[in-house]
DNA sequence: ACTGGCACTTGCGCCTGGCGAGTGCCAAAG
DNA sequence: CTTTGGCACTCGCCAGGCGCAAGTGCCAGT
């Protein structure tokens, strides 16, 4: 209970846990107190584990399963393994090199965005979740306004992240090339290298400067604009891949991999699970994901995008009993990349 | 043996063979000769009923799964009862007035097909596949060429099923606005109305018709035209839902379910089991789907698209032992619906 | 051609006992 | 006070045995 000074029983209590964890990410099954002192070099005998395992139990940390069982880590006990004793291990080069060459033969964001999920997948063999690059935090790079046939207008949006967005408009009557060349510009003017929220403002005060008579013609435009910029369906676009790893939870379908696979059908579902912006990978256990209904769960995801503006989020779902520095770390790695590949276009 | 004259006999047997398959689909256990006449009006004994069991089993209609048990269809004699005992069932009107309803809230393409997805999956209780509507097998409604910055052109191409694809291309020289308009109007006059693979050709005769100087730039447009009309990858993107319903499947994971999850996550598996474009909903079943290690599954797949032109495919995947009749009916019903959404945009 | 009867097969659920893994406690040693 | 070996105890798991119930195939009779 006394935290603050730290005895060298409290140390090799926490050595335990760890050894209990990452035994028991690699086992799959709960682990006594012998196979403890063979496998880590702990140095005392299997029943000064056994006190520990006591002690442990008692502070939440571990539990059995049953009475004649092994211990298992707790929700809790993978919390202060991964706050205390893990720190993000590198990824082999190997690795790293398989995510920049996959990512790099992406053609346009969707490719970027399925690739990743693809990779996410693979690297961790879980659950992979990628979020498109939201619309609200990007800026604005182009926006285009053609005469299509009659009085039909098309208005192109390109954002900093390379997405492109259209829509076509229907005007009352058939604009003039001059007119509408002097919309395209002043929208030009007024929107390109903002925030997409903020563009939404600046363009409504471009309809006053035009003459009374074009303005119903511009505020149709605007107007279109502006719901492309806070189109909250495409914001919410999410990719899931790697389903099939769910074998990796247990064996019965009804109870432990239905309720995750039809809570990966349900976009609201997914956004909550990837939490919010953090820069660097966070990890997320049990009841802290915040959604019931999946227990034993674990969700370790990431913000990815420029260094000034996060753009989206990523990460990934598996079991709580799975490699938390190995997954942290892929995470990490494919957020930065992601990041770097959408900062161009 | 002899097909050619019905015995009365022969009648019953049929009969009988209906009654397995639809009492095993629905209670998903082998069916024996009592329960059969118990539940339907056969008039005859269930000694005489096992005489026909007999005969079906020898022709490899139906068999058990161990000596003690019921009778249960075979692949084989699935395929008897979709092709000869069944008829495809109507929707009921609320199901009806649900897919429309349902479907009329999309605000455009990808939406259409997400929506079709879930209503599809929700109604057969099964795992939905959507292709994207093809782009080959559509016509250019319109094609747009935009300057943007520098020497930079934006070019697009909506397509008859609503489709918006756009490709940015780097000139060598930023082109007049003249030249621009009159590209994008020789180009229109060449392609409009035209299939993309015609497209394509009438595009490359029209570079001819331009001065010498001009033909790189226009050659640079016609070739992102090209690509974009020929993209096998966005002929190939297909949508997926309705996962949580493998529970239908077997209890056991690695061997029922899992091969399934992973067909679904390849893209080339998923266009395999959608097979080729048929106007009526098909169903294949086992083998026939020609996807090995996918035993026990059957699919229900229809084109959708305009009265002449298909325009891609959707349908079911599920466990050999569906509702058949039901399936086929609620595939046949989306596909009309979203023919239908797609047909004006 | 159909039926009732009967012997036979066999999967499934249930119980049982033995085995082994792992624990908790305790008394003794460092 | 910590560590250790010893020991009794608790359970889950597995194999084997048993009875049950379902369903079949065959045969003799109508």
Redesign the pocket.
């Known amino acids: 209970m006394s935290e603050e000074r730290r005895?060298?029983?409290e140390d090799?209590r926490l050595e335990v846990l760890r050894a209990i964890v990452e035994d028991y990410v690699e086992t799959q099954?709960?682990?006594?107190?012998?196979?403890?002192v063979e496998r880590h070099q702990l140095?005392?005998?299997?029943?000064?584990?056994?006190?520990?395992?006591?002690v442990l139990?008692e502070e939440g940390l571990i539990a059995?399963?049953?009475?004649?069982?092994?211990?298992v880590p707790t929700d809790k006990g993978y919390r202060l393994f991964v706050d205390r004793l893990s720190q993000v291990k590198a990824l082999t080069s190997p690795e790293r090199r398989a995510i920049e060459t996959f990512l790099a033969g992406a053609v346009d964001v969707d490719d970027v965005v399925q690739r990743s999920v693809k990779v996410l997948a693979q690297l961790t063999n879980q659950v992979a979740i990628v979020q498109y690059p939201s619309l609200t935090r990007s800026t604005v790079r182009h926006v285009e306004v053609v005469a299509l046939e009659g009085a039909r207008v098309l208005v192109v949006v390109i954002t900093s992240s390379g997405r492109v967005e259209q829509r076509i408009v229907e005007l009352e009557s058939t604009p003039s090339d001059g007119l509408l060349s002097d919309v395209r510009s002043r929208l030009m003017t007024a929107a390109v290298g903002q925030r997409l929220p903020e563009a939404s403002l600046r363009l409504a005060d471009v309809i006053g400067t035009f003459a009374p008579a074009d303005r119903p013609l511009v505020t149709s435009v605007v107007t279109t604009l502006t719901h492309v910029f806070s189109d909250e369906r495409s914001d919410e676009r999410v990719a899931v891949g790697g389903t099939a790893n769910l074998a990796r939870f247990g064996r019965d379908f009804d109870t432990s991999i239905r309720p995750v696979l039809e809570a990966l059908e349900e976009q609201v579902v997914l956004l909550k699970l990837l939490g919010e912006a953090t820069t660097d990978p966070t990890v997320r256990i049990g009841l802290e994901t915040g959604t019931e209904g999946l227990p034993g769960t674990a969700v370790v995801s990431s913000a990815y995008g420029s260094s000034e503006q996060a753009l989206a989020m990523l990460g990934t779902l598996g079991p709580t009993r799975m490699d938390y520095p190995g997954t942290m770390a892929a995470v990490g790695a494919v957020a930065r990349y992601v990041g770097r590949q959408l900062a161009d276009g």
């Open positions: 005895l060298p029983s090799r099954e709960p682990v006594g107190s012998r196979a403890l140095g005392v005998s299997p029943a000064t584990i056994r006190n520990d395992m006591a139990e059995q399963p049953h009475t004649s069982a092994g211990r």
